[in-house]
């Protein structure tokens, strides 16, 4: 009996660590052997290895005059419609546009993406590109729909103390920014997200295990139910965006709202 | 009779936008003028201006061996506790401890702070200076305990989008990786933030009303109310950092049950 081949799908992995050696690369260089093995494509954006420029400013817009008042929103989008943003910028969206995938691999810093991955985000996802004019409205079927989106983080504290009741908050609710903000605002699919707690000491096991249960993570990346966020075009919520009386999981309050109920 | 002359206090206004005209700059401006006029003193941080380094790497770190592995932590402990940290962050951290609050401004921008500014707390909260070893236990009688601070944000979208039931989640959560995450982890007193909606198109008379607005949330930078996060030292949390049962609001949920009931 012949086993049913997964289909060969893209992937981009996007690394933020300033070390060749850190835990995080290890974890990248893991995540691309293992997609690669399943039979995947795999492009790699290594961040610090580019020397990827952080931060918005006039340069990433040729067309910006020197002398002009810049607003950042509107030079972006002008400059996205018009093909002409800055190579660097170009480069990254065509990567995201090839993709089926995308996997941010980074170090949680002050319970958020290091400042050079912040930096991509901020440069490649501009209005006409991950939302705005000419692509469908955020939210569920956003420009970048069709595609799935995995966070995977190292963490120094302990598990517990991102757990339901952990006294940083549940993971998921500090990675909001992303996981709601990001993915689902441009119309990716966010996945829960994966974590390696303990990692400024994490034993040999303890890494082994790490690759493990990533390994298990990255074989459900096109098949694991994504988080069930609510849809703005599916009629959860009201012209002025607020979600519509009665709709939410009894006694759900805060970020909850906007999450259906689990299967 | 006499009235009471409010203590003269030390702010910190730290500023990320890349345009001078911008209405960013001008809010801090207004900030600057606002407290100078009610006998403060003030210093800014205008990162673009400083043209800020936004990313973590081994510079940062004059003593580190360039050959050996970058523990970003365990370096970053090192150089901080010998004093031997890189001179721009060492400026960074004598304003923040000379500071009685510290108010961040910026525009919000994926739903947290720019890169430049994301930078900014990456390379300046080391350990040993922000937490860690030779300082007070995190989340209320932190390293830099007895600080007020207020995130001051524009936002191109209306404010029911940021309500309690609204699509992008309530303002505070959203914000949590700094108001509870930064602020709260470090010892300071994170207030509710403020917040300019519809800011790619604000008219004057909107304009006006924000700096209104502001102005009063300034005046009452040290008298108004901190966000009453709970605090690990004060018995609200077990021994792996979780609220011990029976401790929440009843029917509070995800991020709520870090917040005491208010006053």
Redesign the interface.
Request: aromatic share 10%.
């Given at each position: 009996m012949m086993e049913t081949t997964p289909q060969q799908k893209k992937i981009l992995v996007v690394s933020a660590h300033?070390?060749p050696?850190?835990l995080n690369a290890s974890l990248t260089a893991f995540a691309v052997e293992h997609l690669r093995a399943a039979g995947h494509e795999v492009r790699v954006s290594d961040l610090?290895a580019m020397k990827w420029k952080?931060?918005?400013?006039?340069d990433d817009f040729p067309d910006h005059a020197g002398d002009r008042?810049?607003?950042?929103?509107?030079a972006s989008e002008r400059a996205t419609l018009a093909g002409r943003l800055s190579p660097d910028i170009a480069a990254e969206q065509e990567k995201v546009r090839w993709s089926d995938a995308v996997v941010l691999q980074f170090?949680l810093?002050?319970?958020?993406?290091?400042?050079?991955l912040?930096?991509w985000?901020?440069r490649v996802?501009t209005s006409g590109f991950g939302y705005g004019p000419e692509v469908p409205p955020p939210?569920s079927e956003g420009a970048l729909a069709g595609r799935r989106a995995l966070v995977s983080v190292t963490a120094?504290?302990?598990a517990?103390?991102f757990?339901?009741?952990?006294?940083?908050?549940?993971l998921e609710?500090?990675l909001?920014?992303l996981q709601?903000?990001?993915f689902w605002f441009t119309g990716m699919e966010p996945l829960e997200p994966f974590a390696v707690h303990g990692a400024?000491d994490l034993p040999e096991e303890g890494f082994a295990a790490a690759k493990q249960a990533y390994g298990r993570r990255l074989d459900g990346l096109f098949t694991d139910e994504p988080v069930p966020f609510?849809s703005?075009v599916g009629g959860d919520?009201d012209h002025?965006?607020?979600?519509l009386p009665g709709v939410e999981v009894p006694?759900?309050?805060?970020?909850?709202?906007?999450v259906r109920p689990r299967g």
């Open positions: 300033p070390e050696l850190s610090y952080a931060t918005v400013d006039a008042r810049l607003q950042v929103m509107g170090p810093w002050w319970f958020s993406a290091p400042a050079i912040k930096g985000i901020d996802f939210y120094g504290s302990r517990s103390a757990s339901d009741r952990g006294i940083h908050g549940r609710d500090v909001h920014p709601h903000g990001l400024h609510r703005l919520y002025d965006m607020r979600l006694g759900a309050g805060g970020l909850d709202l906007h």
